[in-house]
Each structure stands twice: as structure tokens, then as C-alpha cells.
């Protein structure tokens, strides 16, 4: 039996052919849900954030079989609700057994009646499930043996190793103390005393924290008032932002030393406009998202920690914060500015790109000059020679696709 070594996971299952529609992996997800709630789904891609990965540790009695698995984003432990075959995130921990069969894992609730963590089939009801999300459940083994055949109870845990005691492939040899040489010692100079200014100047695709969905300029257009919505990651130029510091005058840094608050503007690259918002705003009210061709001011504050970073956008002057309609996520769903509040879905990931962007300017790019010969331009130099004195005189004039043979004439001519 493979040894299971406590770390951060990723876990997946590969639903095979006959089981949907397509083949595909699925991802453990904690979704953000409005209110603040949290609900477990399996989701069909991959978009390398916390919510997807989960810390596994050892029942503190020792059994080599039981774990806790903890969501590294959230804090929430997969849980089993009492009576049911419902899995849900709770805060109190719960243990699970793992067992290995041919290098992936069964992951089973403790106790006499115990269900094993599956996928559902997509033919069950999914009402409550939004997007390409899949419901997970329990399922007793003794009525699921058709399934358990398809391998659908069986999960893979990719290490993703966060702990720092993970373990090393080749540790590093013991080096032994060598003996002091007389040289002078060079001290470095001291290092800068560190600030609370995020410098975050950049271009970037800007992501909601718990669906993975991109904010995106409606079409590219650079009308003033067009709407801004989460949609599906396309490296499109209309989903790649500019995010420059605003300029700011002399006369307003701090005489103290002490650094102000740096405000941002976001400029989508395809359209050339800025995220923005109406004018209500202003007075503390909520207001549509939009492109306009007038700078807003953006405060972006950090909210995650340095290892998983994400941030929330508040427009400056006021409480307000960049948020979801509704609380809806989904592709089309419009994005607002609301109160500022705790809840997850005013929180965003920045994920530095360029491909988008450079794609434009290869767009831009000035045409080839045109060559040094131009035939129609050219110059040309012809030596005549006359019949009387022998003497040879030469010319430089401007031909043409086709020289004029007069012209040749003229000239030798007015050398007689």
C-alpha cells in the first residue's frame, strides 16, 4: 500500500466515456455561494487557485488510514451531513478513510455506515448546480456496485507541495566548516525599510477568486457605459486590463516621508476605455460596472495572504467595492459596484499576461519600408563618347521603366 504523506492536494477523478457525455477531469472545488456560504463541487477545469487545493493531515491518534482534508483557500474541512448522504464544508473537522487502490484513492466516511465520495452522473438532478459544476455525494457501496465498476468512486491526489517539510528527491550533502582567510569583510548596505504600498502596474487578465470566470468589456466597445460581465477565460483582448498607478503631483507627496494611499486606474487594451462606474455611485449608491472614456479612481486592496494573493477593487472616495450581480456566477453576468463587504465574491485574482496584448500591438505594427531601389526613381550614369575629339563625357539622369532613346539622342547630339 502507497504511504499517504500529509500535504496540500489537488484531487480529481477522470470520468470515462460511458459515464457522460464527454470525458473529462474533475476538480473538488469549494464554490463561493451568495451570503457568504461555501458548497462543494466538482468542477471540469483547472485554474490553479486555492479554492481547488486541499491540506491533508493525519487523524491526531495515529491511524495511518484516517485524514482530515481541509480547503486551503477557504478553511472549511469536507464534512458528511449527519443522516444523509449529502457532503458539505464545515468548520469542524472531520476524518475520512483513504485507501489506495492502483495508485488513486477511495476517500470513505468513518464509521459502520460508511459511503464513499463520488461524482454524480450528469443524468441526476443538478437544479442547484450552476455552469458545468457536478454535484458531489456519498454512496453506500453495496448500492452503487454499477458505478464502482466504472471507477467512479476512485479520486487522484496531485501533490502540490505546501508545507515546508515536504519531502526532498536529493537533500543537500553536509558541508563541513572551513577554516576563516584573512580577508575584510564587506558589509551590504542596509535594506530598504518595507512599505505598505502595493505597486501592482501591470497588465493583467482579472479572474473571479472562486468561479475562475474573467471580467470582460462587452464586445470591445469603447462607447461610454458598456457594460462589464464575468465571462469564460478566452485569451481575449477584451478580458486583458492595463493597470497603471495614477499620476500624482509633487506638491502632494508627503513632506514626512510617509507614503499616501496609491490609486490605479484599469484600462481594458482592446477599447482603450477605463473601468468605471455611474455617476450614483459617488453618492454611495449601487451602480452598473462599465467601460467609460474617463479614468475612475481604484484602490486595490490585498486581501489573501502573500502565498495565495488576491485582492479587492474599491472605488476611491467611497465603500464601495467591485462586485457580481445577484451573486450569480455565471458567463454574462454582469459585474456592479456595492457596499464593501466580507463576502468572496468581491474578491479577484490578478494573472499577469501578455499574449493578449502583444497580439494588438503585432496589429499596430508599422509597415515594411519600402526598398532603396525604386525603379521608377532610380538614377542612372552613361558615358558618351564623341566622334570628333575622342573625349568621353558623362551623364547622371533619372530613367524610367522604359529610357527614352530621343533623349539619349538629344544629349550626344549637344556634344558635337
Not at 362 to 379: G, I, K, N, V
Request: charged residues 15%; proline residues 9%; hydrophobic residues 35%.
Amino acid at each position: 500500500m502507497t504511504t499517504l504523506v500529509p500535504d496540500s492536494y489537488t484531487i480529481s477523478h477522470f470520468t470515462p466515456p460511458e459515464d457522460g457525455p464527454r470525458q473529462a477531469n474533475i476538480f473538488l472545488t469549494a464554490r463561493a455561494n451568495a451570503h457568504g456560504s461555501f458548497a462543494l463541487v466538482g468542477r471540469p477545469r483547472y485554474f490553479e487557485d486555492a479554492v481547488q487545493e486541499w491540506m491533508i493531515s493525519k487523524h491526531p491518534g495515529g491511524s495511518d488510514q484516517l485524514f482530515s482534508i481541509c480547503n486551503l483557500a477557504t478553511g472549511h474541512y469536507l464534512s458528511r451531513k449527519v443522516d444523509s448522504g449529502l457532503v458539505v464544508l464545515s468548520n469542524a473537522p472531520c476524518y475520512w478513510r483513504l485507501s489506495c487502490v492502483d495508485m488513486n484513492y477511495a476517500i470513505s466516511s468513518e464509521g459502520n455506515d460508511s459511503g464513499t465520495l463520488q461524482v454524480s452522473s450528469a443524468r441526476t438532478s443538478r437544479s442547484s448546480i450552476s455552469g458545468d459544476d457536478h454535484p458531489i455525494n456519498l454512496v453506500h457501496p453495496r448500492s452503487n456496485a454499477e458505478s464502482q465498476s466504472k471507477s467512479s468512486h476512485l479520486w487522484t491526489l496531485i501533490p502540490t507541495f505546501r508545507l515546508a517539510d515536504s519531502p526532498k528527491i536529493h537533500p543537500l550533502p553536509e558541508l563541513h566548516p572551513q577554516p576563516r582567510l584573512g580577508i575584510p569583510t564587506i558589509r551590504a548596505p542596509p535594506s530598504p525599510t518595507p512599505t505598505l504600498v502595493h505597486e501592482l502596474a501591470g497588465t493583467y487578465c482579472i479572474k473571479h477568486l472562486s468561479s475562475g470566470l474573467a471580467v470582460d468589456l462587452y464586445y470591445s466597445l469603447s462607447l461610454d457605459g458598456t457594460p462589464v460581465a464575468l465571462e469564460a477565460p478566452n485569451d481575449g483582448a477584451s478580458q486583458v486590463w492595463k493597470v497603471t498607478k495614477k499620476p500624482t503631483p509633487r506638491d502632494l507627496e508627503a513632506d514626512d516621508g510617509n507614503q499616501r494611499q496609491t490609486l490605479y486606474w484599469i484600462q481594458c487594451v482592446a477599447s482603450g476605455t477605463y473601468l468605471s462606474c455611474s455617476d450614483k455611485s459617488a453618492h454611495g449608491a449601487e451602480s452598473l460596472a462599465t467601460g467609460n472614456a474617463s479614468p475612475s479612481d481604484w484602490v486595490i486592496e490585498p486581501v489573501g495572504s502573500p502565498e495565495h494573493p488576491h485582492y479587492r477593487l474599491l472605488v476611491e472616495g467611497t465603500n464601495l467595492a467591485l462586485d457580481i450581480s445577484a451573486g450569480q456566477l455565471t458567463d454574462g453576468t454582469k459585474l456592479i459596484v456595492a457596499p464593501a463587504s466580507g463576502s468572496l465574491t468581491q474578491h479577484f485574482h490578478l494573472e499577469p499576461t501578455r499574449q493578449a496584448f502583444n497580439s494588438i500591438l503585432a496589429l499596430r505594427a508599422p509597415p515594411e519600408p519600402p526598398t532603396l531601389l525604386d525603379r521608377s526613381r532610380a538614377t542612372s550614369t552613361v558615358s558618351l563618347q564623341t566622334s570628333s575629339s575622342g573625349t568621353s563625357t558623362v551623364g547622371t539622369f533619372l530613367s524610367s521603366p522604359e529610357p527614352s532613346t530621343a533623349f539619349i539622342s538629344d544629349l550626344a547630339s549637344s556634344l558635337h
